[in-house]
């Protein structure tokens, strides 16, 4: 099959980000411009103005498109973003990071955990430490069951910080070997 990466990049780039966001977010049409709650942090009226292939929040300063949005907010990885904006599936013939993929390195769980506490010095500390969370799947069951707004805290920056923050850190956890 052919490789289709680039083709799907370009397509993707050229749908609408409102055609995107209307799947997960409710939209409001303000004069010429559709606003929508900012996925980055906890609002009661729309910051966020969505410009053809982008949105930006006026509030916390958030700038995203939907590749963006799709992987920090609804947790895909950047193949999933594609193959959900376009619809179809993603053909890179073996390569990721313009390497190919029997050189991309999967961290054990021991180099994830050091990686972790090095990225993410208040969230790590709370989940490892205070918590006791300190086996893989125990960290996975945790996070994949436990509300994130529980875990909101002024310490850690704010509620998209954590929220983004966990599902970071989630995803770090369950691409180990």
Known sequence: ME???NSLLNKARDVEASGVFVQYEELNL???WQWMLCPYHQEKSPSCRIQNHHAHCFSCEAHFDSIKYLRDIQNMTFYEALESITGEKVVNNGWQNN???ESVKIPSFEEALKM???RFPI???MLVTEQGLINK???ISYLSQYEFENLRT???GGSHTITTQCKQFLKIIQNTK
């Open 123 to 125: 969230l790590f500390p």
């Open 116 to 118: 972790s506490e090095d």
């Open 3 to 5: 490789d289709n990466f």
């Open 99 to 101: 390497r190919p993929l």
């Open 30 to 32: 303000k004069g010429n």
């Open 137 to 139: 799947q125990d960290i």
């Open 154 to 156: 002024s310490k850690v």
